[in-house]
């Protein structure tokens, strides 16, 4: 099993950054690509980012192109999401999932994920 812990979510205001970081523990040889997503009340979880084990994939969905860049650190067992230029709708609960596999095929599906956080609450204040 591999856990994932999620961390740096909190109050911005708009137009403000923030960095969450997401850390896998237990049998983490079996990371591979990772991804975020999110959701916000009411509405379904939604495709965020994601990164090859390698990093030299990576995919984002179309509204956080040039705002949010992913990456990761194999040697921490840990990736990253760096969000610029927040807005409010930007306001949501922001999930770290992982796959067992080193590549990404369905990126943005989350049936194709093995494992996930618990989620860290990002809410921008307008």
């Known amino acids: 099993q591999v856990q994932l812990v999620e961390s740096g979510g909190g109050l911005v205001q708009a137009g403000g950054s923030a960095r969450l970081s ?4 237990g ?3 079996r990371t ?7 959701q916000a009340p009411g509405k379904e979880r939604e495709f965020v980012a994601a990164i090859s084990r390698s990093g030299g994939s990576i995919y984002y969905a179309d509204s956080m192109k040039g705002r949010f860049t992913i990456s990761r650190d194999n040697a921490k067992n840990t990736v990253y999401l760096q969000m610029n230029s927040l807005k409010a709708e930007d306001t949501a609960i922001y999930y770290c999932a992982a796959r067992e596999v080193p590549y990404l095929s369905r990126a943005g599906e989350v049936d194709e994920y093995d494992y996930w956080g618990q989620g860290t609450q990002v809410t921008v204040s307008s």
Not at 32 to 38: L, N, P, Y
């Open 22 to 25: 997401c850390v896998a523990s």
């Open 27 to 29: 049998r983490t040889f």
């Open 32 to 38: 591979g690509a990772m991804g975020w997503f999110r």
